[in-house]
């Protein structure tokens, strides 16, 4: 088979290297290539052949895809509708290359060793991350303020991004809110290159003691604001003429996304944008696909998956937004306007 990686991509595939291993011995030693060589095959079948709870097995799949060893058709929502095909002559290869006598199994030298070694147990859910190791949602103060520290980490290709296209975004605007908008750092970033613009971050309580350290470190006290709430519980707040939603819509079931996005419209004012920004499900992000997907397979309350752009563009159109565009940059960044 042939798959083309940019350096990016290539990359993270070396580093994450072992992970791949892990994946690629599991999926032969369960049966699943066998499985998989004589696809198309749904998800629901193949966690009842193997006896794997299906949010976990659609995970592993997803690594499994990253490697470009398997075709994924998933025709809605409902993940177990979902069926795989493996690329031809996978199982031989993975036997050549990573089978029993082909690869050294001191899995001590790993630091992963939680799931390392044991995805299969993790796939018939006799282990798995414990809120200790993975809360999600986080459950008390501490784990939400963990969280969104380690969320900002991260953030460097989207601030890359919206200084990029700042001309274009912030001239005609006056108030932002941002949606589950972490500590404030994207906010913070936003305003350093739209002069008149305020924000706001909208985010739980806990959040709040961050969003204030981060007004005073980054020099916008005037201009960055918090806004406590759940977009869960209730709608989002009104008077905003630009919303946010950037490392948030992909945590969540399609239903959940959508009705996020539905209340956007309604809050936003007249000619009112939004902002989405999140990592699409392309060739070039494989590799960011997989270990989050790796990484994810034994926390059963997480359905956190990279989408195609076209979900969300197609979603907007569907809710009402229009002037619906995606902005290129080191993440892509999607725009819409609710008619004015």
């Not at 599991?26 to 004589?38: H, R």
């Not at 969540?252 to 989405?276: C, F, K, M, S, T």
């Not at 060739?283 to 990279?306: E, K």
Request: charged share 25%; hydrophobic share 45%.
């Amino acid at each position: 088979m042939t798959v083309t990686l940019s350096p990016r991509a290539l990359m993270s595939l070396l580093v994450n290297g072992p992970k791949a291993v892990d994946v690629l011995e599991t999926a032969l030693t369960l049966g699943l290539l066998d499985t998989l060589e004589a696809g198309p095959v749904r998800l629901d079948a193949l966690a009842t052949r193997l006896g794997v709870r299906p949010l976990r097995l659609y995970k592993f799949l997803d690594c499994l895809e990253s490697l470009g060893c398997v075709t994924r058709h998933e025709p809605g929502d409902d993940i177990a509708g979902a069926s795989y095909r493996a690329v031809p002559g996978l199982r031989d290869a993975v036997l050549a290359v990573v089978g029993p006598d082909a690869i050294d199994r001191d899995r001590d030298r790993y630091p992963w060793r939680l799931l390392h070694g044991r995805l299969a147990e993790s796939l018939r859910g006799e282990v798995g991350m414990t809120d200790d190791d993975f809360a999600w949602p986080p459950k008390t103060d501490a784990q939400t303020a963990d969280f969104e520290r380690s969320m900002a980490a991260g953030l460097g290709p989207v601030i890359e991004t919206l200084r990029r296209h700042a001309d274009r975004l912030w001239p005609d605007r006056r108030r932002l809110l941002d949606v589950g908008g972490g500590d404030g750092t994207l906010a913070a970033h936003i305003l350093d290159t739209a002069g008149d613009l305020r924000a706001d971050v909208f985010n739980l309580a806990p959040v709040a003691p961050l969003v204030a350290a981060t007004r005073v470190a980054r020099g916008h006290p005037d201009r960055l604001g918090f806004v406590g709430g759940d977009f869960l519980a209730g709608p989002l707040p009104a008077g905003y003429d630009a919303m946010a939603f950037v490392r948030v819509l992909h945590d969540w079931p399609n239903d959940v996304a959508r009705h996020l996005v539905e209340q956007a419209y309604a809050a936003l004012e007249p000619g009112g944008l939004l902002l989405i920004g999140e990592e699409f499900r392309t060739p070039d992000r494989l590799a960011v696909q997989f270990f989050w997907s790796y990484f994810l397979i034994g926390v059963d309350s997480c359905v956190s998956r990279l989408r195609e752009v076209e979900f969300y563009t197609g979603l907007l159109a569907e809710v009402g937004f229009t002037r619906v565009a995606v902005l290129p940059g080191g993440w892509e960044l999607i725009t819409a306007y609710k008619p004015g």
